[in-house]
Structure formats: C-alpha cells, structure tokens
C-alpha cells in the first residue's frame, strides 16, 4: 500500500512538472519552485501513509497473544507452587504479609531466629511443630517466601508489558478492558492469598482441628487463580489461532454448547480439589472404587444442617471429588466421540484426541493418589494434570469458536 501510494505521487508529480517545464523553461527560478514542490508533495505523501498503517494489526496481535500465553504459563507455576507449598504444610510460615520488605529472605542467624520467633508465637507451631528447629523451619519458609515471590512475578509480568503496549498503541479498545481487568485481577489475588493465609493464624480456642488455612478461602484463592489463567490463555488463543470457517449446521453449534459445558465440568472438578486439599480429606477413605467397604459412606451427611457436608465434611467433599473426577471423564469421552460424526479442522482434532487422554491419565493419577495416602510428588502431579486438562478445555473452545464477524 506503501508503495503504491508513493508510486502514484511521484508519476502524478513528474506529469506535473513536465507539464508546466515548458512554460518554465525560460524562468530558472520557477523551474526550481516547481522540483521543490514536486520533492515536498512527495514527502508529505509519504508522511500521511506511512501514518495510516494500522496499529493494532495482525503482527502487535500476535505479540500480545504470545505474552499472554507467558503470563498464563507463570500463573500455572503459581498454582503448581502454591499445592506443593500446602503440601508440604509451609504455607503458615511467614506470619506477616510486606510487599517490598519481605522480598528479601533473613541472611544472618539473629535474623533468621527473630523470623522463628514470630512464628512460634502462632497456633501452627504451638499444636503442631512445637519440636521443630530451625534448619527444618528454614525450608517451610523458603517454601512460602518462593510462593509469594513468584507471585510478584507474576504481576511484574502483567503490568510492565501492559503499560508500554498501551504506550504503543498495541490494544484495541476491548482489548483495553480485557487486559485491565487481568491486572486487576492479579492486584486481588495478592490480597486474597494473603486474607487466606491469615485464616490459619488465628486462634481458635473452642476448635479442636489441626490449625490450617480455611478452605473455603483456599477454594477462593485457587478458584481466582484458575479464573486469571483461563481468561489469559483464552485471551492469548484467539490472539495467535485464527478462527476457523467452520459451518454453522446444527451438530457443530451442539458440539460447540457440549464443548462449553464440558470445560465448565473440568473447573468445577478442579475447584472442589481445593476443599479436599483444605480439609485432608484425601486421608479419609484411601481406597477405589469403594470408600472403606460401602460404596455409600454412612457418615456421607453427618453433619447439620445438610448443605454443611458439601463444604466442611471430609468425607462428602472426597465423594463429591470422586464423582465430579468420573463425571468429568464421562463427558470428554462423550465429546471426543461426538466429534468423530463430523469433519473438523485438523487442530480441533488434534485438541479434543488430547483432551481425551489427558482426562485419562488424570483419572488414573487421582486414583493413584489416594490410593498412596497422598504421596506429595503424586499428589503435586495430580493438581498440575488438572490445570493441563483445563487448558486442553480451553483450547478445544478456541478451536470451535465462530469466526468474529
């Protein structure tokens, strides 16, 4: 388009000039004020089109696509971070929350016994860790220190890039909004994680449970973290993958409504993991198919009222977990073989097979799980399969999205 437009300015000009050389032959001072003019109308020509040269467009497109697929791959090391580190029970260790002057780690020994200090004064140590030392408090708190590091990452990685794409101009305007509410988003994470953490440090004189972080703020603080990748990766998707021009016949728009309620499975199932992480209750019935010897524990709804069982029962949350894991299972095979009636993209192919074995080896990693007392290598895998399969959701959306008119 450049080119063209400077090709016909400088046609248009010399044609001009040529023209009016006759009548200027005699004059060398007009002579000269008809080049000057050619040169500036060209000039300025060029000036206007190279400014009309649209920004965003399909290259800025892709860059910020490929950004948010980075910022979605850190957001997936916080999540894999954040189980291990309540995993191996270090969550609790850092009793105060400062975001610049805890990013350094205590250094000398004074330090390093006023930080144990601190945390001896809080129910964790009290019930639990009262033989602790300090070598092995060390670890529980470069465990929460490297979590809450990552975290700040985390939000470096999503302000900096946005602040100088907005500069460039690299956003559209719902581009804007969308990205705006992701760094929103991580702000509140921060504060969630923290509003969390503080649920574990309370004293709580008339309960006689292990101290622990409350699970429904737990469920809360994956959920949003869940929340924050999905939209990131989907953002990024439909940066990178052009739509595909697929027709709009009555098997592909219920193929599409089944793709939808499928990956909303796949979270639910995802999310209920954090109030079995929250309550230990992967510790409860470690057996498969059956819990104990019935296929219906009798304490399934010991508690009252009912709807308490579903969010602080162990043994209602590892069955809801149970059934939401094979329900789960169920619908990926369903809508891998419902996709094989059709003719699809080769990619959407690729992403619903992968689906399916991912659900698979998911399934098994959750039974094996249990069926070990919850080994932390195991257990940490199972988390990660869980935001793979969510991401294989999502990316089997991506392939089935209309074409944006």
């Not at 696509?65 to 850092?94: D, H, K």
């Not at 794409?165 to 988003?185: A, D, E, I, Q, T």
């Not at 992968?354 to 895998?381: D, K």
């Amino acid at each position: 388009m450049l080119l063209s437009s400077l090709r016909t300015t400088i046609l248009y000009g010399c044609r001009n000039a040529r023209e009016t050389f006759h009548y200027s032959s005699r004059s060398p001072h007009l002579r000269q004020w008809f080049v000057n003019r050619c040169r500036r109308t060209i000039t300025a020509e060029a000036g206007a089109t190279a400014g009309t040269s649209a920004v965003p467009n399909t290259a800025t497109n892709r860059i910020v696509g490929r950004w948010l697929l980075g910022c979605s791959g850190l957001v997936v090391g916080a999540i894999v971070l954040g189980g291990v580190t309540r995993l191996t029970e270090s969550g609790l260790s850092m009793v105060d929350w400062h975001l610049v002057r805890e990013m350094k780690p205590p250094r000398s020994q004074a330090e390093w016994e006023a930080e144990f200090s601190k945390y001896q004064q809080f129910p964790e140590f009290k019930i639990m860790n009262h033989e602790m030392t300090l070598p092995e408090f060390k670890f529980i708190f470069y465990m929460e220190w490297g979590h809450r590091m990552w975290g700040r990452l985390v939000g470096i990685a999503y302000i900096l890039p946005t602040i100088y794409f907005w500069k460039k101009g690299y956003f559209s305007r719902s581009m804007k909004g969308k990205v705006l509410g992701l760094c929103g988003f991580v702000f509140f994470q921060g504060l969630l994680g923290w509003y969390m953490v503080k649920s574990g440090l309370e004293e709580k004189p008339e309960s006689h449970d292990i101290p622990r972080v409350s699970q429904y703020r737990l469920s809360a603080h994956l959920g949003s973290a869940l929340l924050l990748y999905c939209a990131s990766l989907w953002i990024g998707l439909t940066q990178l993958l052009p739509a595909h021009k697929l027709a709009e016949t009555k098997h592909i728009m219920q193929l599409r409504r089944y793709a939808r309620g499928t990956a909303g499975l796949v979270f639910l199932t995802a999310l209920s993991g954090a109030f079995v992480a929250g309550l230990d209750a992967g510790l409860v019935y470690n057996s498969f198919p059956k819990m104990g010897d019935r296929w219906i524990p009798d304490d399934l709804l010991a508690f009252s009222p009912t709807l308490k069982n579903f969010f602080e029962n162990p043994t209602t949350v590892q069955f809801d977990h149970r059934i939401l894991g094979i329900s789960s299972l169920a619908a990926i095979t369903g809508l891998y073989l419902f996709s094989r009636r059709m003719l699809l993209p080769r990619r959407a192919k690729i992403a619903l097979s992968l689906l399916a074995a991912a659900a698979c080896g998911q399934v098994v990693l959750g039974i094996s799980t249990l069926l070990l007392y919850v080994p932390t290598p195991l257990a940490a895998t199972h988390q990660s399969g869980s935001v793979a399969l969510l991401s294989l959701a999502i990316w089997v959306l991506a392939e089935l999205r209309k074409m944006p008119k």
